[in-house]
């Protein structure tokens, strides 16, 4: 990553409206994050995802956290409109390790998410093994389990955003009745002073619905969760997707403020 990549990255925004961005790159892509990952995978010694797992992070884990950091904050004093940020996912057990190793960096804020029901990686939709696996999981106890691992991740305090708060139903599976599960992941928001990713990147998925599901966004307002809101681009084609119309899907649940971060502090911004 460059400071001109950055600088394309902020001319795409713009012209999509968008008026600042935060970079927020995955926390497995960064070699810094090996001997997490390392102790994660060791808690799956029987898991028939192991060699999908070690090939994955062993794989992406190759970038390095400091040069990151460094180039997104020169991005930042060299006048872009940019926050420095981190996408961190839930590792149960191993939230304190990511504090750690977190904490000795300037970052303006911290997205959590959850893409790992502990072995399970449920939203590689593009991968037939993964996603044979919802069959064997089911649908409800995939969606108890996310939702658990929401609470667990939301009480660590590690992160600041609730990140794309309904990932579960990325792949199109849905449970019956989905409100105790919205109950629980916006109580868990709340209770922790985190805000809720409102992100249009689900509609370029099979879920064919935004990141959260308006129930969940009603829930959100109900209870006074603040909100960001992303297209979780991975490139510069997705950058600012649909900002109109997610937009319009916040104000419509009555959201007149967004959140946005410097150095881990929240405060708002007018819609
Ligand atoms: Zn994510």
Same mark, same amino acid.
């Given at each position: 990553?460059?400071?001109?990549?950055?600088?394309?990255?902020?001319?795409?925004?713009?012209?999509?409206?968008?008026?600042?961005?935060?970079?927020?790159?995955?926390?497995?892509?960064?070699?810094?994050?090996?001997?997490?990952?390392?102790?994660?995978?060791?808690?799956?010694?029987?898991?028939?995802?192991?060699?999908?797992?070690?090939?994955?992070?062993?794989? #992406?884990?190759?970038?390095?956290?400091? @040069?990151?950091?460094?180039?997104?904050?020169?991005?930042?004093?060299?006048?872009?409109?940019?926050?420095?940020?981190?996408?961190? /996912?839930?590792?149960?057990?191993?939230? /304190?390790?990511?504090?750690?190793?977190?904490?000795?960096? *300037?970052?303006?804020?911290?997205?959590?998410?959850?893409?790992?029901?502990? /072995?399970? *990686?449920?939203? #590689?939709?593009?991968? *037939?093994? @993964?996603?044979?696996?919802?069959?064997?999981?089911?649908?409800?106890?995939?969606?108890?389990?996310?939702?658990?691992?929401?609470?667990?991740?939301?009480?660590?305090?590690?992160?600041?955003?609730?990140?794309?708060?309904?990932?579960?139903?990325?792949?199109?599976?849905?449970?019956?009745?989905?409100?105790?599960?919205?109950?629980?992941?916006?109580?868990?928001?709340?209770?922790?002073?985190?805000?809720?990713?409102?992100?249009?990147?689900?509609?370029?998925? =099979?879920?064919?619905?935004?990141? =959260?599901? =308006?129930?969940?966004?009603?829930?959100?307002?109900?209870?006074?969760?603040?909100?960001?809101?992303?297209? /979780?681009? #991975?490139?510069?084609?997705?950058?600012?997707?649909?900002?109109?119309?997610?937009?319009?899907?916040?104000?419509?649940?009555?959201?007149?403020?967004?959140?946005?971060?410097?150095?881990?502090? *929240?405060?708002?911004?007018?819609?």
């Amino acid at each position: 990553m460059s400071i001109d990549e950055i600088g394309a990255y902020c001319e795409k925004a713009q012209s999509e409206g968008v008026r600042e961005i935060a970079l927020t790159e995955h926390l497995f892509r960064f070699r810094q994050t090996e001997a997490i990952l390392g102790d994660y995978f060791l808690r799956f010694p029987e898991s028939p995802m192991r060699s999908l797992m070690y090939d994955y992070w062993h794989s #992406h884990s190759k970038a390095d956290l400091d @040069v990151y950091v460094e180039v997104a904050s020169e991005a930042k004093s060299a006048g872009l409109p940019v926050r420095v940020g981190l996408e961190v /996912d839930y590792y149960r057990g191993e939230m /304190d390790k990511v504090a750690q190793l977190i904490s000795g960096y *300037p970052l303006d804020v911290v997205l959590g998410s959850i893409h790992w029901i502990d /072995d399970w *990686p449920f939203d #590689h939709i593009s991968d *037939p093994f @993964v996603m044979e696996y919802w069959n064997h999981y089911g649908v409800e106890r995939a969606w108890s389990e996310y939702t658990r691992a929401v609470e667990e991740l939301a009480s660590s305090r590690v992160t600041d955003v609730l990140a794309h708060p309904d990932l579960a139903k990325v792949a199109g599976h849905r449970p019956a009745l989905p409100t105790e599960f919205y109950d629980r992941m916006a109580e868990a928001a709340r209770a922790a002073g985190m805000a809720a990713e409102v992100s249009s990147a689900g509609w370029r998925k =099979p879920a064919k619905e935004a990141y =959260p599901a =308006p129930l969940l966004l009603a829930k959100f307002f109900a209870l006074g969760v603040p909100i960001t809101t992303a297209s /979780d681009s #991975h490139g510069l084609d997705h950058v600012g997707f649909r900002t109109a119309d997610i937009r319009d899907y916040v104000i419509e649940a009555g959201y007149k403020s967004l959140m946005a971060y410097s150095e881990r502090k *929240p405060f708002s911004v007018e819609l």
